[in-house]
């Protein structure tokens, strides 16, 4: 049965008909139908018989014709009174509202004079407009006898009266709000003997005795919407221009003004008028404005606001956000929360995630299931399901995933009598769904493999007998832990357990956060070895809104990099010259386009980015960080782009001026084309591009290296004193009282004699004729050592703090010639705040500069080599012989604060220190803690301790490696006996407690148990009492 009704409170037009419904009603429609649903809808009001129901709508008031459902007419039915219709209220069919001739002001130099009768003592009209223009003149009307004038505006939506004349202040009344809608609004103005009053959709705003003349006298002419040019003598005036819109039902003195007589030249005045219509269009109907922006128009065009969309440009279209944390990381960004927009242009919105930038950049995005949550008393009858909730939606998540070259879920079951799959009959007990909703049985590996856990892949089940830890059903806690690396499947969104409904029985479970890595969009490239070379693909369908976005780098002058043809209708992006990149298009208004010259040359072999975009208010291209240009789409013009051939990229299909080169991550209204796919079965088109460092090598700082990879390109930190993805992370260390890092050059070149390592060049009777030495520090001590370099032949170089804080650089490269000294004595530098020194020698001349700001350059007298550079000292020097007073001072103090990035040319102590690689020839003495020396000063500096600590610890940071150099005092010795004492006494408990254990299992006839089974329930009790203490927040579920 279908029902279908109408509610109208005041008239209705049947089809063809003069019938009127004269009061409210409510019209419902019964039809039988095979089908067993009933549809119920409404006209013109919601009817609720029999119930309380408000509804947040007026029932409509007006006149309603041409109602058809479904080929039905509804009110032909009604006026037949047919059965089937529920009529509720009095219904007539015709709609005696009077006919209305609109008029239509199309430009701003419309207007319509009609005339008054002068000398009237009193000035009133009335009428209705309607637009979407925010401003423009409504009437102007000239006074007698003052020689000022009514002025009638539109202001910003509001309307605005003002009278006016010479020599005095205007008077002003302001009138209603949001009057641009589109919608008809009645207006009445009166200006009679001393007052003034507007009302605007019969709501009066003011009225107010007037600051002018005791009477107003008309002039007789008012002019609506417009003034005509000065060459006629009229003193109209329009300070915002002509108004444009429609206006109808004028009255002037209470007399309607018949636009017939207008019309016909028999009465007023006019120019640029439509009479008989109203010509306004809306044109945010339909809403161009995309992800969510604002419509707004004005006679002529739209506007879109984007405001807080994430979105930018004419139509909202373009992303603000970039795509995947790769490209933020080769922006130069760090790690941190960053908005993704997978699909960019795409209908998907920006979400919020962390991009973790390492060596790759990870992508990490939680949900609401990450604590530890138990389960009990649960069997197939009665099973728990927990439910993981994104911090974005399902589609978000699968833009994201496919885009990344790998992702993965670590997924932790502890159990204690609870499995996860029946071996008797194969029945999975607990299982996890995906993104597909298909039920999941394993729990680790890239692939799906039914009911295996990562120990059954890797062959170590505690149990040999079966595929997970958890199936053996052992009474202690065991668990199941993998990694979910199957793309397709990801991320998890369920988990069912069924078997914790046994005595004793009980399961946990953890999920990590879903990480991604890798961008594959955004290193996939090709490249084309001749210019008759191109890849196809389906046509590009971007009809309202298209944008194509890509980087290119090449040595040729020219070449077409896209290009798809309609019938007439064609895009095309090249490079027109070495200096110009060209976009042209025709979408039937004839052919554009816009251009970007660049001051340099475009084909120097180095990537550079193009983005263009036509959408219905214009197009516009920008190339690298390049001043974008635009070109406005003509007005009222053709706005779809057609085309039907296929889309051409690196040529076109003349195979003629094709392009030479390589084009990575192309992409089309956000959804990127597989170049290497499409380039692996083209001839002359290769898979891939090289030499990536040309452009992204400067992302590398400090010193490090780029290194090309397949797919991008990696910053090499080996010898920076800097780590990171672009070595841009210092490594700083906080050093204590009588703390001292060694490097031991002599030693390196033991352990690296048969590498490449650069640092074996630091050996034996080398000759040192330069050296670069950078670092940071902060400290308030002094006398203090900074740095000390020493060598075979008692030649040494120290950076020291002396008793009067002034910094000196010490150098003697002669043991037979006198010390050579520079002073800084501008400042104490021990004040506690972070300063940087640079030291560059040549030879016999050094250059030194202090916190980027004082520079010094001196020669050299006591020689101009360092002949078998021994060691590098960092705080307390160890060995005080055979240096000069000042220095021996210093280094017996050794420094007490932070030292930062310390480097002597290519080698690093204190990441070799922190941060060690391989064996390094490092002794550390005393406390040498990772920290940060941008800290604020007098902050406590073991606060900001790291991961890394030495404390009473010296020699090779290699576990392999035996300590060598180690300096014993007897306090450390002592140190060392209690700790073994300690380490014995805890070694001869846990064997007791562990034979006591063996021998109770025993006793249980258990075969065995493995370690993994001890872990667990460790780390299961570790974090159940860690959630107990400072979380209130565990989930326990019992059934």
């Given at each position: 049965m279908i029902s279908t009704g109408i509610r109208c409170s005041s008239s209705v037009w049947a089809n063809k008909s003069t019938l009127q419904w004269t009061s409210t009603g409510v019209i419902s429609t019964h039809r039988e139908n095979s089908i067993t649903w009933t549809l119920v809808m409404s006209f013109g009001g919601i009817p609720a018989p029999g119930k309380s129901v408000s509804f947040p709508h007026k029932n409509f008031q007006g006149c309603l014709e041409n109602l058809y459902y479904n080929g039905v007419d509804i009110i032909d039915l009604a006026k037949q009174q047919k059965p089937q219709i529920i009529t509720t209220g009095n219904v007539s069919f015709s709609c005696s509202q009077p006919q209305s001739m609109p008029v239509t002001f199309l430009s701003s130099r419309s207007y319509l004079a009609l005339p008054g009768s002068s000398g009237e003592d009193e000035v009133s009209a009335t009428f209705q407009f309607r637009t979407w223009n925010k401003a423009g003149l409504l009437l102007f009307s000239e006074l007698q006898l003052v020689s000022g004038g009514l002025l009638l505006i539109l202001n910003d939506g509001k309307l605005k009266l003002t009278l006016y004349q010479p020599g005095k202040l205007p008077s002003d009344i302001t009138a209603g709000a949001g009057l641009n809608d589109g919608q008809w609004h009645s207006v009445s103005l009166s200006a009679k003997r001393n007052h003034l009053?507007?009302?605007?959709?019969?709501?009066?705003?003011?009225?107010?005795?007037?600051?002018?003349?005791?009477?107003?006298?008309?002039?007789?002419?008012?002019?609506?919407?417009?003034?005509?040019?000065?060459?006629?003598?009229?003193k109209c005036k329009s300070p915002l221009g002509g108004f444009q819109g429609c206006m109808r039902l004028i009255s002037i003195s209470n007399k309607v003004v018949d636009l017939i007589s207008v019309q016909q030249g028999s009465l007023g005045n006019f120019s640029d008028l439509q009479i008989d219509s109203c010509g306004i269009s809306d044109r945010c109907l339909p809403n161009y404005c995309e992800h969510g922006g604002e419509c707004s128009q004005s006679w002529s065009t739209f506007h879109c606001n984007c405001t807080n969309t994430g979105y930018r440009g004419a139509t909202c279209h373009n992303s603000i956000y970039e795509q995947s944390c790769e490209a933020y990381k080769h922006r130069g960004n760090t790690s941190g929360f960053y908005y993704i927009d997978s699909d960019g242009s795409g209908p998907l919105g920006p979400f919020l995630l962390y991009?973790?930038?390492?060596?790759?950049?990870?992508?990490?995005?939680?949900?609401?299931?990450?604590?530890?949550?138990?389960?009990?008393?649960?069997?197939?009858?009665?099973?728990?399901?927990?439910?993981?909730?994104?911090?974005?939606?399902?589609?978000?998540?699968?833009?994201?995933?496919?885009?990344?070259?790998?992702?993965?879920?670590?997924?932790?079951?502890?159990?204690k009598r609870s499995r996860l799959g029946n071996k008797q009959d194969g029945a999975p007990l607990s299982w996890w769904i995906g993104r597909t909703n298909e039920t999941q049985t394993y729990w680790g590996g890239p692939l799906p493999d039914s009911q295996k856990c990562a120990c059954g892949l890797e062959g170590n089940c505690i149990d040999s007998q079966y595929y997970c830890n958890c199936d053996a059903d052992r009474n202690e806690w065991t668990n199941d832990t993998g990694l979910l690396s199957y793309k397709e499947h990801l991320p998890v969104t369920k988990i069912v357990i069924t078997d914790t409904g046994r005595p004793h029985s009980e399961a946990a479970y953890k999920l990590g956060p879903l990480l991604c890595r890798g961008d594959r969009s955004f290193w996939n490239s090709a490249s084309f070895d001749t210019e008759a070379s191109y890849l196809h693909f389906p046509t590009f369908h971007g009809e309202l809104s298209a944008d194509v976005s890509f980087f290119f780098k090449t040595t040729a002058s020219s070449g077409v990099f896209l290009e798809n043809l309609g019938i007439t209708d064609f895009i095309r992006i090249e490079l027109r010259s070495p200096t110009i990149v060209t976009f042209s298009f025709d979408v039937g208004n004839g052919p554009f386009e816009i251009s970007v010259q660049s001051p340099t040359h475009f084909n120097d072999n180095q990537w550079h980015h193009v983005r263009v975009e036509r959408n219905m208010k214009e197009a516009s291209i920008q190339v690298d960080q390049l001043t974008p240009k635009t070109q406005p789409a003509p007005a009222d013009g053709h706005v779809l782009l057609q085309l039907n051939s296929q889309l051409f990229v690196g040529g076109t299909a003349t195979r003629q001026r094709g392009f030479l080169g390589c084009i990575r991550s192309l992409q089309l209204n956000g959804m990127t084309l597989d170049l290497e796919e499409r380039a692996q079965v083209t001839p002359e088109v290769q898979p891939g591009c090289r030499g990536h460092c040309s452009s992204y090598g400067k992302l590398c700082r400090n010193g490090g290296k780029c290194r090309e990879r397949p797919s991008g390109f990696l910053c090499d930190c080996t010898f920076s004193a800097y780590t990171g993805p672009f070595c841009s992370n210092e490594i700083s260390a906080y050093f204590g009282s009588g703390s001292s890092v060694i490097y031991s050059f002599q030693e390196n070149y033991f352990l690296s004699k048969n590498s490449s390592s650069h640092a074996a060049s630091f050996h034996g009777d080398m000759k040192l004729s330069r050296e670069m030495i950078k670092f940071s520090f902060r400290t308030t001590q002094t006398p203090s050592l900074l740095l000390f370099v020493s060598s075979s032949y008692k030649e040494y170089l120290s950076v020291i703090i002396a008793k009067n804080g002034s910094l000196q650089i010490r150098y003697k490269l002669n043991r037979y010639q006198e010390l050579d000294v520079v002073n800084f004595d501008f400042k104490n530098m021990a004040d506690g705040q972070l300063h940087h020194i640079e030291i560059n020698r040549e030879e016999g001349v050094v250059f030194v500069e202090i916190d980027e700001s004082t520079r010094r350059q001196v020669h050299l007298s006591s020689g101009t080599e360092f002949s078998a550079v021994k060691s590098l000292v960092l705080g307390r020097i160890l060995e005080h012989s055979d240096i000069d007073q000042e220095t021996a001072l210093?280094?017996?103090?050794?420094?007490?604060?932070?030292?930062?990035?310390?480097?002597?040319?290519?080698?690093?102590?204190?990441?070799?220190?922190?941060?060690?690689?391989?064996?390094?020839?490092?002794?550390?003495?005393?406390?040498?803690t990772e920290s940060s020396c941008v800290t604020q000063a007098g902050t406590d500096a073991t606060s900001r301790e790291r991961t890394h600590s030495f404390a009473d610890h010296s020699g090779t940071i290699d576990d392999k490696e035996p300590l060598a150099n180690a300096i014993k005092s007897d306090s450390a010795v002592i140190g060392g006996l209690i700790a073994v004492v300690i380490f014995i006494l805890l070694c001869i408990t846990a064997i007791a407690v562990r034979i006591y254990q063996q021998k109770r299992l025993y006793k249980r006839n258990e075969a065995k148990r493995s370690e993994n089974v001890d872990s667990a329930e460790a780390v299961l009790k570790s974090e159940l009492n860690i959630q107990n203490a400072v979380n209130e927040n565990q989930k326990e579920y019992f059934f």
């Open positions: 009053s507007v009302a605007v959709d019969g709501h009066v705003a003011s009225a107010a005795p007037s600051l002018g003349p005791e009477q107003f006298y008309s002039d007789g002419t008012y002019y609506f919407g417009g003034c005509p040019e000065k060459s006629f003598g009229s991009c973790n930038m390492t060596e790759t950049a990870w992508t990490i995005i939680q949900h609401n299931g990450s604590d530890l949550t138990r389960v009990r008393n649960t069997n197939p009858e009665n099973p728990y399901a927990g439910f993981f909730e994104y911090m974005a939606s399902m589609e978000q998540l699968q833009a994201t995933i496919n885009r990344a070259e790998h992702c993965e879920q670590e997924f932790t079951y502890y159990c210093a280094g017996a103090q050794g420094f007490t604060g932070c030292l930062s990035a310390v480097q002597l040319s290519h080698v690093a102590p204190l990441k070799a220190a922190l941060h060690p690689s391989h064996p390094a020839p490092i002794t550390v003495t005393g406390h040498v």
